[in-house]
């Protein structure tokens, strides 16, 4: 027997009505924000990643799915914002539309260890809004982000802001921290201490309990910071004060993607222990231009949907209206049967019968075990004297109705 590859899941029956959910009200609140729906592929150049995340990321150093043709080396995409930065440049939206505000749902790919909360295959819910580089715009994506947790009905989360500054002030945190790192180095994690040859800022990004001890006692501030920077981050707090939206300034919050600059943030929730991230997100002012654009600001988020489901309430699996079951006793009735499901479903009532030759007692279990309001049942008699049997499953009472009023009776 097959089995599903490790880090992958089968979202079954039972569970798809609460990601229906989550992805339904995902599109209704993107929509007042008026961001509008893209589906870029999953599969793109390698070199994308390549340049857009930085050669030393770890998703690209370790895991990256990578496919290779003859001449082409692809990817199954390990994040959304470089594709949709990548779709947007090819498709002239900074020349067709210039400013737009786009979202997306779909699919991710991560070579790692399998764990709770991080698969090898695993969904995203996010947008990007590009083309600008007002600090409202943050306030407004901050604070989208937690509109959307508010109606996932997600509580207990905590917002983490901070401002990178810009590239300059970026690599004057680098060289500060390497400066504050050098004697401590010996007592890092074996992947910080080759982050530290490649990329220190990524230091600060460590899971490791004990690195993360020794980053919290560097007492680094904000001086590398430039005065712009520093002003547009107070905005942005000021704008999400003015909002009422909850958060806690970090200051050597950062994120591991060579892309981000500016204001980033991350959405925590105690319940998933180390891996505690539900969602993450920041400014990527140059990103666009690193592709090949024009010097557009931008800024966006993503969030895990398989973290969000671990930390939402209980929610019941039933999804819309609860089905009609049709029982036909015999070849006619099964025959008259095909219409009325027919008749049934193009009304917009949700229908089903049985296919496997059950009895009337098996037929009726399987319509409980459906969760059917109504049964109907069919034989010869009914058929001649042109009714139906309709019986209530919730309190067993049931009655003759013709026919021709079915549609009619089940919709009241």
Known sequence: MFKRVPGTKDILPEEAPLWLKLEETSRAIFSLYNFKEI????????????RSLGES??????????????????????????????????????????????YYIGPMFRLERPQKGRLRQFHHIGCEA???????????????????????????????????????????????????????????????????????????DCKNESCKEII????????????????????????????GVSYEVVPLLVRGLDYYNGTVFEITHPDLGSQDAIGAGGRYNHLVKELGGPEFGAI???????????????????????PVYLITLGEEAKKAGLKILSQLRQAGIPCDTDYEGKSLKG???????????????LGDNEIKSGTVTLKNMENSEQKEVMLADITKELKC
Do not use: W
């Open 39 to 50: 589906r870029p592929p999953m599969l793109e150049e390698e070199s994308l990643f390549n």
């Open 57 to 102: 990321a770890e998703i690209v150093q370790k895991q990256m799915f990578v496919i290779k043709n003859k001449e082409d080396v692809y990817a199954l995409r390990p994040e959304g914002t470089a594709s949709i930065v990548r779709a947007y440049l090819e498709n002239n939206l900074d020349k067709t539309a210039g400013f737009s505000k786009l």
């Open 130 to 204: 590009i083309g600008s580089q007002d600090a409202d715009l943050d306030v407004e994506v901050i604070s989208l982000a937690d509109y959307l947790l508010k109606a996932y009905e997600i509580s207990g989360y905590n917002i983490k802001i901070n401002t990178l500054g810009c590239p300059k002030d970026k690599s004057e945190l680098n060289s500060v921290l390497h400066k504050a790192l050098k004697d401590k180095l010996p007592k890092l994690c074996d992947d910080c201490k080759d982050r530290f040859k490649k990329n220190t800022l990524r230091i600060l």
């Open 216 to 243: 919290k006692d560097l007492r680094i501030g904000d001086s590398h910071i430039c005065p712009e920077c520093k002003e547009h981050f107070a905005k942005v707090r000021g704008g999400l004060d003015a909002l």
């Open 300 to 322: 966006g988020f993503a969030f895990g949907v398989e973290r969000l489901l671990l930390v939402a309430k209980p929610q019941s699996s039933s999804s819309g209206q609860k």
């Open 363 to 377: 037929a009726m279990r399987k319509a409980n075990d459906l969760g059917a309001k109504y049964v109907l049942i």
